[in-house]
């Protein structure tokens, strides 16, 4: 197994690489074994897989606990999912991207989302105090994490491109190495974000056009991409397809499974 400090260099050559690399989003050991197994270079954690696995919104220690397991399964470098880290204030927030780094992640993410539906996102100025203190934590830490700031305008009903955009711009002023910015881009919108800023920039798939391409998206200045919970919404809806089926007397759906030989391979080449 690589040491977390191999993990982390490796991490940081991903995004140094020309061209753009995918970081998909396991749920669980299994999920990871798998993805690991297919040839992907690094995972990412999911909240909303975790949730979607738990039946219920996860909690901070849900989040860590699933870090740990992730990082436990594989030899790849973990990005963690960390919503908002579960606190307001800057110093609190930037506590949990130490807590992850004891779980063995080497990147993890701060969101800009209040949690308030009423209030989406925190006043830019205290947006920007989070991610300071959130990049502060990350790279002290004796395997430095890369941090990506998450604004999240464009999913929780504030889309303003121009807002949006200042806020990346002043998150990686604050010293965030990964922009990202969730929502139902086009590819010239994505192109205008890459432009705007110079540290690498995040997609993620589950609210774009299915029709665009990686290698459009690497043409468009994406570094990294990301596909959040969408995998596990997939299993998730061919497992309701089989109990369907299964609860209106049919089994037919068993001819979609995987063998057993199947997993113990997938599972093997991790």
């Not at 696995?53 to 606990?65: A, F, N």
């Not at 002043?170 to 205008?192: H, K, N, Q």
């Not at 809806?237 to 109990?243: N, Q």
């Not at 007397?249 to 599972?267: C, D, N």
Request: proline share 5%; net charge neutral.
């Amino acid at each position: 197994m690589r040491t977390q400090q191999q993990k982390a260099a490796a991490f940081r050559a991903l995004h140094e690489r020309p061209g753009a690399f995918i970081i998909p989003n396991p749920w669980d050991a299994g999920s990871a074994r798998i993805l690991a197994g297919l040839g992907f270079e690094a995972l990412a954690t999911t909240s909303l897989g975790v949730a979607n696995m738990l039946g219920r919104p996860v909690t901070r220690e849900d989040v860590i606990d699933n870090c740990r397991v992730i990082c436990a399964a594989t030899d790849l470098p973990v990005n963690a999912d960390l919503e908002n880290c579960f606190a307001d204030q800057p110093r609190a927030a930037a506590q949990v991207i130490g807590q992850a780094a004891e779980a063995g992640v080497v990147g993890a993410s701060i969101e800009d989302y209040t949690n308030d539906r009423a209030k989406p996102l925190y006043d830019f100025s205290l947006a920007v105090e989070r991610v300071q203190a959130a990049a502060e934590v990350a790279h002290a830490q004796p395997a430095p994490v890369m941090l990506t700031a998450r604004a999240e305008g464009g999913i929780r009903g504030r889309p303003d491109i121009d807002g949006i955009l200042r806020r990346l711009q002043a998150f990686e002023r604050a010293g965030a190495d990964v922009l990202y910015a969730p929502g139902s881009w086009d590819l010239a919108t994505i192109r205008l974000m890459t432009s705007a800023v110079t540290k690498p920039v995040n997609v993620v798939t589950g609210f774009l056009d299915p029709g665009i391409t990686v290698a459009q998206l690497a043409e468009a200045g994406v570094k990294r991409i990301s596909v959040g919970g969408a995998l596990s919404r997939l299993a998730l809806a061919a497992f309701l397809r089989g109990a369907r089926e299964l609860r209106n007397g049919g089994i037919g759906w068993q001819r979609e499974m995987l063998t057993g030989a199947e997993l113990k391979s997938l599972f093997g080449g991790a």
